[in-house]
């Protein structure tokens, strides 16, 4: 059996998939107790069925949060809506459960890892104060 649960916190709307990594170790380890290297097809299937998984907490939170704020509008950004089952995924649940919601998302190639976004927008004010000590300097 390949697959694992679903599990996520019912009070909010943030992503942790500590749980699901711990699950997928300790299912990696049980395996290859028996065979130590694990054969190609059950690399695949587990990789599979952690997806799997994964997506449908994301779904599940996306809905409630659809459903609990009446959104009108879904943006979906970073590097995991570059997924092409993710976002087939959200483009049959929007045009499916939430017709009147509009779906936004980057055209692949720029579904980035957001970290590359948050590091430029940390790097702009330290530009700015480095940018400003040089043009003091000047006038001294």
């Given at each position: 059996?390949?697959?694992?649960?679903?599990?996520?916190?019912?009070?909010?709307?943030?992503f942790?998939?500590?749980?699901?990594?711990?699950?997928?170790?300790?299912?990696?380890?049980?395996?290859?107790n028996?065979?130590?290297?694990?054969?190609?097809?059950?690399?695949?299937?587990?990789?599979?069925?952690?997806?799997?998984?994964?997506?449908?907490?994301?779904?599940?939170?996306?809905?409630?949060?659809?459903?609990?704020?009446?959104?009108?509008?879904?943006?979906?950004?970073?590097?995991?809506?570059?997924?092409?089952?993710?976002?087939?995924r959200?483009?049959?649940?929007?045009h499916?459960?939430?017709?009147?919601?509009?779906?936004f998302?980057?055209?692949?190639?720029?579904?980035?890892?957001?970290?590359?976004?948050?590091?430029?927008a940390?790097?702009?004010?330290?530009?700015?104060?480095?940018?400003?000590?040089?043009?003091?300097?000047?006038?001294?």
């Open positions: 059996n390949r697959k694992f649960c679903s599990f996520f916190i019912l009070t909010n709307f943030q942790s998939f500590s749980g699901l990594k711990t699950a997928l170790l300790y299912k990696v380890k049980d395996l290859q028996i065979e130590k290297v694990l054969p190609f097809q059950t690399k695949a299937d587990l990789a599979y069925a952690y997806q799997d998984a994964a997506f449908n907490v994301i779904e599940k939170k996306t809905k409630r949060a659809l459903y609990s704020q009446g959104a009108r509008s879904l943006f979906i950004g970073g590097g995991v809506i570059a997924n092409r089952l993710l976002r087939n959200f483009e049959t649940i929007i499916a459960e939430f017709p009147a919601c509009t779906l998302t980057p055209q692949p190639q720029f579904a980035t890892d957001n970290a590359v976004m948050i590091a430029l940390h790097s702009i004010p330290l530009l700015s104060e480095e940018r400003g000590r040089d043009e003091g300097s000047e006038h001294t």
